[in-house]
Every structure is written in C-alpha cells, then in structure tokens.
C-alpha cells in the first residue's frame, strides 16, 4: 500500500514557538501556570505538564507561578486583571492572532461594525471579541439573519476557518452592507493545508487525519476530507486506527493538525508501515 504524507502537516511555527517559550520558561522556572489548553493537543500538553507546566481554572490559583498565555489569544480583560494582580505575563499568543486583533481594531477605529466569521466558544474568537465594542460573530450562513448588520462593516475570520464556510457567508454579507471590508485573517498554513488535504482525499482511497478533537483545524481538515472521501478519518493517536478501516485501501493519504507534533506523525506513518505499507511518498 502506498502512504502519502501530506509536504506541509504538523505544528505551525504558531504552535511551534508557544510550545518552545514553554519549555525554555520552563528550564527557568520550575512550575510556570496556564489557564486552559496551550495548543489544543492532549499528547504535547502531557508532555508539558510532566516538565512543570500547572493548568489553573482561575486567577486566583496562579500564585507565584509565572502566567503563559495561551498561542490562541486571551480575553484581554482576564489580561487586565493579571496586570492588575502583578502576575509575571509570558505571551505565547501566535503573531498571526495578534495581527488579527490589530485588523479587528482597525475595523472599528474606522467606524465599522466587527464581523468574526468563527466558532463563537473557540478561544480565539473570544479573545478577538474581547478587544471590541461593536462586534456579531458568524458562525454559518443560517446566523447572518440574527446579526443586526449595520452599513458600514468589517470582516476577520477565525484562522482556522474553513475556507468553503467563508465562501458561503461573504457573498450574503455583501449584499447586508453598504460598505463591507473583507480581510481575510485566515492563516497562511490553514489555507494551504486545506488545500493539500483535496488531493490527498481524491488522490488515495483512505485518508487519515492526525489530531485532537479539541482542534479546529484538525476537525476542518476531516470535514473537507469526509466531503470528498467517504473513507476519511480521524484520530488523535495510533490506538485510535481501525485496521478495518484500511482493508481494500492500496494507497493511504495522512494529514495532521497544526497542533499535531512531528513524532506522532511519524509513529502512525511507522505503525501503518507495519501493516502492510511498502512505498512513503
């Protein structure tokens, strides 16, 4: 069977550096806080936490401990309140984040109301909300109908959109808005994934999808392999593969989340070897 490894797959550089300013505060510090998830990958946060990473729900537990903000951005008021408390801050936030909070702010400053397309309990789209006065997120075309859209609008996207989500919801946007300016906010290594992932699933008979369910963009990678490939998957570990699945396959394709780590990849990749794979591209 032959296994095709999607060229671009695994962390981001914004993952990549979050998890390496972890473990370099780490080497410094001998427990460093996090309120939630880092990177939204159960296997790199084991990892961390058996290095000293804490993970608080509140504030109030920090204590001490040096505060990591998480790669996909914080509700800048529960930053406020850290300063305020005279908590050490180490801002792991991914700059592409950043520059969507520095976009959504422009918007307003010009007089627009803030369009979010994203999944409204995803922390980035918090976080982005969180610096704005006037904002409504869209999640699907069927929300645009309960935002009250004014005339004079603007437009960022959640990073890891789907991009065929966006498609949809712009062109009934535009017909709302007299004046709607549209910057598109989704992540370079989004957009080209997603597009790697389309000839992966029309090119392999199976197609497997490496990551956590907590990750938005591993869950788009499988919705747009699933729509083209009845044969997709997706797990967050080797344990998690059905041998069943791969019977009749002669060619495999695999992809991985942005919060997915390189040795995982590889550990699937090796396992599905095993089995019966005899050509890596």
């Known amino acids: 069977m032959k296994i095709e490894v999607a060229q671009h797959c695994g962390f981001c550089t914004g993952v990549k550096n979050a998890v390496q300013l972890a473990q370099n505060s780490l080497k410094k510090q001998e427990n460093v806080a996090v309120l939630g998830d880092l990177v939204h990958n159960k296997v790199v946060m084991d990892e961390l936490k058996d290095n000293g990473l804490v993970f608080v729900d509140s504030l109030d537990n920090v204590g001490d401990m040096p505060l990591l903000l998480r790669a996909h951005g914080t509700d800048v008021n529960l930053i406020h309140t850290a300063k305020e408390m005279g908590l050490n801050i180490i801002d792991a936030t991914c700059p592409?984040?950043?520059e969507?909070?520095?976009h959504a702010r422009e918007l307003e400053e010009e007089g627009r109301q803030v369009i979010i397309i994203g999944d409204r309990d995803h922390d980035e789209v918090i976080g982005i909300v969180s610096r704005l006065q006037d904002s409504c997120i869209i999640e699907s075309p069927d929300d645009i109908d309960s935002c009250k859209l004014k005339q004079r609008t603007g437009v960022v996207i959640q990073s890891t959109q789907r991009i065929e989500n966006v498609q949809n919801i712009l062109?009934?946007?535009?017909?709302?808005?007299?004046?709607?300016r549209i910057i598109n906010t989704i992540c370079e290594?989004?957009?080209r994934n997603q597009t790697e992932i389309l000839s992966l699933a029309q090119n392999n008979d199976c197609v497997l999808v490496i990551g956590d369910s907590a990750s938005a963009n591993s869950k788009r990678l499988y919705e747009?392999?699933?729509?083209l490939n009845e044969n997709a998957f997706m797990v967050a570990g080797q344990e998690e593969i059905n041998v069943a699945w791969l019977k009749g396959c002669t060619s495999i394709?695999?992809?991985a989340g942005a919060s997915t780590p390189r040795k995982l990849i590889e550990e699937i990749v090796t396992y599905i070897k095993t089995l019966n794979g005899d050509t890596i591209k």
């Open 253 to 255: 394709g695999i992809t």
């Open 224 to 227: 747009v392999a699933r729509s």
């Open 171 to 180: 062109p009934l946007l535009l017909t709302r808005s007299r004046d709607c």
């Open 96 to 98: 592409l984040v950043r």
């Open 189 to 191: 290594p989004t957009r």
């Open 100 to 102: 969507i909070h520095k």
